[in-house]
């Protein structure tokens, strides 16, 4: 299932997710550890987004994690997992007995030794099946870019010890099972959305508004999740953003001519997992990312910053850094990270 895409130009308005340089494939595997034998390890890294069906095991999720260097979204929702004991699974060199039906431990996580484990840092999308009775230890853990996990089952599958990081990924869930996650063990951290992940570029056109552009797109503010808007910003856009948009994972703003944050703008936006800015930036306004709880690794500030208001980011409690880009910043509010907490750097110059 692909990402809803959207593609809509009219004077001023162009809605889509980006496209270029993507290379789709769907390959049936029909036995088991056999994936790699239906292409060219050549043809097997050029593939972006791949579609597996038939039946897979932990061989073929090493060579998924090692291998296709340029994967960005995996589909496994109709695939299933066999059960496979050896050394050749993603344990590598060490006898394993991975369970069926399981994403198997470490499957794009590498571990180096006993205290480095290397990520699959192209992945930003996995889909898993209904049929997924557990994800193993460590099998997601650094996968730093994996901003949607998928899951097609309606009750939650066992979750193991770093298997997902909740401050990284959205948990995208069958309509009506949110609660069954939230209350099943380990997962009670998590941001949980129900329906298909959407996302849409947005460019504005100087007659135009956000919120009539997405309309015009046939989209609901509500329903979007990642957000790039382009183009002329206003006051009453981050408005449409603050009251109209609460199932917000991602936004950015760099092609934007906003100069300013406004206050609460993105006040208690519980999924919100990263924001990048306008790049003519010059004020956050008071509480502006308050509450943000699953805000997570540096935010960076456009050079041109010169005001940072109170409390704008209280709650924030995954930010690591506020990264400040330039030495213009006049202006710091009281209180903006709470507690006492200072998570302002800056950037050293070259």
Not at 162 to 182: K, M, N, Q
Not at 202 to 218: H, K, P
Request: glycine share 8%; proline share 3%.
């Amino acid at each position: 299932m692909k990402l809803k895409k959207i593609l809509l130009i009219t004077a001023g308005l162009g809605l889509m997710l980006n496209a270029s340089a993507q290379k789709s494939k769907t390959y049936y595997v029909a036995k088991p550890g056999t994936l790699v034998e239906l292409m060219t390890e050549a043809e097997a890294n050029q593939i972006t987004h791949l579609t597996l069906q038939g039946k897979l095991n932990a061989t073929d999720f090493r060579h998924l994690r090692d291998e296709f260097k340029s994967l960005e979204l995996l589909d496994i929702s109709n695939a299933s997992i066999s059960m496979y004991a050896g050394k050749n699974g993603t344990y590598s060199g060490h006898f394993y007995i991975y369970p069926a039906n399981s994403i198997p431990a470490y499957a794009f996580c590498k571990p180096v030794n006993d205290s480095t484990f290397i990520g699959k840092e192209s992945l930003t999308r996995v889909i898993l099946s209904d049929k997924t009775k557990n994800i193993e230890d460590a099998a997601f853990k650094n996968c730093n870019n994996l901003k949607i996990c998928q899951i097609r089952k309606k009750t939650a599958p066992n979750l193991m010890t770093e298997a997902l990081a909740d401050s990284v990924t959205a948990i995208f869930v069958p309509l009506g099972s949110s609660d069954a996650y939230r209350n099943k063990k380990k997962w009670e951290t998590f941001a949980f959305i129900e329906g298909e992940p959407l996302g849409v570029t947005v460019q504005i056109g100087l007659m135009g508004s956000l919120a009539s552009e997405l309309l015009r797109g046939g989209i609901q503010p509500k329903d979007v999740n990642f957000l790039t808007v382009e183009g002329k910003l206003d006051e009453a856009d981050f408005v449409l953003i603050r009251d109209y948009m609460p199932n917000l994972v991602s936004i950015d703003m760099s092609q934007s001519n906003a100069t300013a944050i406004p206050d609460y703008t993105f006040t208690q936006k519980k999924y919100l997992l990263s924001a990048v800015l306008p790049r003519g930036l010059k004020s956050i306004g008071q509480r502006a990312f308050s509450g943000c709880g699953r805000l997570c690794g540096t935010l960076t500030l456009p050079s041109g910053v010169t005001a940072i208001e109170y409390g704008a980011f209280i709650g924030c409690d995954n930010l690591r850094y506020v990264m400040a880009t330039g030495n213009k910043i006049t202006t710091l509010g009281d209180n903006l990270f709470g507690e006492g907490k200072g998570k302002i750097i800056y950037k050293e110059k070259q």
